[in-house]
């Protein structure tokens, strides 16, 4: 059952007021009523495909599913608070929907816990088998204080999906927060167990155990934690818009995910793409650059990078990644690029 208008209106209100950026989305077909944030600085495919899903709205201002598109273009290309409110007139179109409250949550998790849970609690009446809508409730509700809840949703998450890391880590942050150290380390452990790369409860069980007197492990985790690349967000169907990939980073971003899958000709061709869509993208340059080595093509790995140091001599990465690269046949470290 769909909530009153009233009070759809008054979540829409709220987003408004805190974003501080855009108009509020209500009934209506006038391009002032969509969120338009500037795009002079985005690329130009990028732009091209925010234009054309504004068109969509244009054309058909009453359905859901096109104000949820648009919202899902904004989403991967980071301008949250228009996503924010182009999911939340797409809940109000189309309130049986349970991808529009799961995204709107999602889009404002990060700098708007508060308002983000209401919706992720509404996303859950649809999503309650879905392991990873209860882990982000679950943080949100541990930024909110509200621990309690954020301890059993994360319990509720492990119990659907006993291999996920994820839910014990947050389990082990919250354990922590408390000063229940051993609680922590239990939760932490559990979590590396499941994935040991997870940087995150690395540092966190360095924490609890330099707490429980245990020295010598605290420093080995915290070492450890410094020799691995951070992790990317999992993808998680629901929240992650389903778009082809267009720009720079979000080429770059399906490559990483083409070549985890072992398929390094497609993640090579979305690498390629990125740099012709911007050939100042140098996260899509090094992940290129570290495939062509893997490969056993290292004269053209060293080319791609001498290609960045003639166009920007003063870069200090690429100076860093060409004389590693020169000096022996390893993989570049696969960390973000500066500014990204």
Excluded at 8 to 32: D, F, N, P, Y
Aim: hydrophobic letters at 40%.
């Amino acid at each position: 059952m769909s909530a009153p208008r009233s009070s759809r209106r008054a979540r829409s209100h709220a987003i408004q007021v805190l974003t501080l950026a855009l108009v509020a989305c209500h009934r209506g077909s006038g391009a002032e009523e969509i969120p338009s944030p500037s795009l002079a600085n985005v690329e130009r495919e990028v732009a091209e495909a925010i234009t054309a899903a504004r068109g969509a709205v244009l054309r058909e201002p009453l359905s859901g599913k096109a104000w949820g598109r648009l919202g899902d273009h904004y989403f991967v290309h980071d301008f949250m608070s228009p996503a924010a409110q182009c999911y939340a007139r797409a809940e109000e179109l189309d309130p049986e929907s349970l991808l529009w409250p799961y995204r709107l949550g999602f889009s404002l998790a990060k700098d708007h816990p508060d308002l983000a849970a209401a919706p992720l609690e509404r996303s859950l009446r649809s999503l309650d088998n879905h392991a990873p809508a209860h882990e982000v409730y679950a943080s949100v509700l541990a930024r909110l204080g509200r621990s309690d809840e954020a301890i059993e949703h994360y319990t509720r998450a492990g119990q659907l999906d006993p291999a996920r890391a994820q839910a014990e880590t947050g389990l082990g942050l919250i354990y922590l927060s408390r000063g229940e150290f051993e609680a922590a380390r239990a939760h932490l452990e559990a979590a590396l167990a499941r994935d040991e790369r997870s940087v995150e409860a690395h540092v966190a069980l360095a924490q609890a155990c330099l707490a429980l007197g245990m020295a010598k492990k605290a420093q080995r985790h915290a070492e450890l934690s410094r020799t691995l690349p951070q992790a990317r967000p999992e993808a998680d169907v629901m929240a992650s818009p389903n778009l082809p990939p267009t720009g720079a980073r979000a080429r770059t971003r399906f490559g990483q995910h083409l070549e985890e899958r072992k398929r390094p000709e497609e993640a090579a061709e979305q690498y390629r793409a990125a740099l012709r869509s911007n050939p100042d993208y140098y996260l899509a340059r090094r992940s290129l650059a570290n495939l062509l080595v893997a490969q056993g093509r290292r004269d053209e790995a060293v080319e791609l990078l001498r290609e960045a140091e003639r166009s920007n001599p003063t870069f200090e990465e690429v100076k860093k990644d060409l004389a590693k690269l020169l000096a022996s046949k390893q993989r570049l470290v696969p960390k973000e690029a500066a500014g990204e």
